[in-house]
């Protein structure tokens, strides 16, 4: 639990265009122990002037279509949405979104995201995932002259990036300092010209360096 609000739950923000469709989120959240919801909107426009005043640790849209995300946002996000294209889920990865889900995913899995995202996991649904990877582009021999740049460390640090670990936690299972760790996140993201993690690990599932 978030130690910000006294452990009172993950506090959810949620953005719903469909009405039934927002008061049936907002029963779910109220009913799950783990959640808090400390405010629902309509829309995703007025999203960044209701996060200083409602402070949540998560945000939950479910929006169809789902307008474009203000990248100034650090709060992760999960999207419910239906049939999004690859081009729009790789910039939705790249803006902070952790999860997407299809609007017609079970409640059950809804919470498993919005838990994941608050520990900063990166999870798609399945046919998503497969929707993008079938849609990436075959790696240009730029791609490949770049990956080539990478050391095998780099390459395992990058992996790791993918499976949502922390400093402490990649420190911890390759036997280094959170020093070296946050180094060699540095050379990464500066070798892939990324400006996040989460970029760095979508140019590395296109590269073919990270496997699903």
């Known amino acids: 639990m978030s130690k910000r609000n006294g452990g009172s739950g993950i506090r959810v923000l949620l953005a719903a ?6 008061a049936g989120l907002e029963t779910l959240i109220r009913n799950t122990a783990a959640l808090t919801l400390v405010g629902s909107l309509q829309c995703t426009r007025s999203l960044a002037q209701h996060l ?17 995300l203000d990248p100034a946002i650090s709060t992760p996000i999960v999207v419910l949405i239906d049939e999004p294209d690859a081009t729009w889920t790789a910039q939705a990865l790249r803006s902070g979104v952790k999860a997407i889900l299809p609007r017609d995913a079970d409640m059950e899995d809804v919470v498993a995201a919005l838990r994941a995202a608050y520990a900063g996991l990166v999870l798609l649904d399945h ?7 079938a849609k990436i582009r075959t790696p240009s021999d730029q791609d490949n002259e770049v990956a080539d740049e990478l050391t095998p460390r780099e390459i395992e640090v990058l992996r790791m990036l993918a499976e949502g ?31 996040s993690r989460t970029e760095a690990v979508t140019l590395g599932i296109r590269m073919g360096l990270i496997l699903l």
């Open 17 to 22: 265009a469909s009405g039934v469709r927002r």
């Open 52 to 68: 200083r005043d409602l402070d949540p640790d998560v945000i939950l849209i479910d929006a169809e279509p789902v307008q474009s």
């Open 127 to 133: 046919e998503i995932m497969q929707e993008l990877v």
């Open 165 to 195: 670990l922390g400093n402490r936690e990649m420190a911890a299972r390759m036997g280094i300092s959170d020093h070296t760790v946050k180094f060699h996140i540095s050379s990464i993201l500066d070798k892939l010209n990324a400006s």
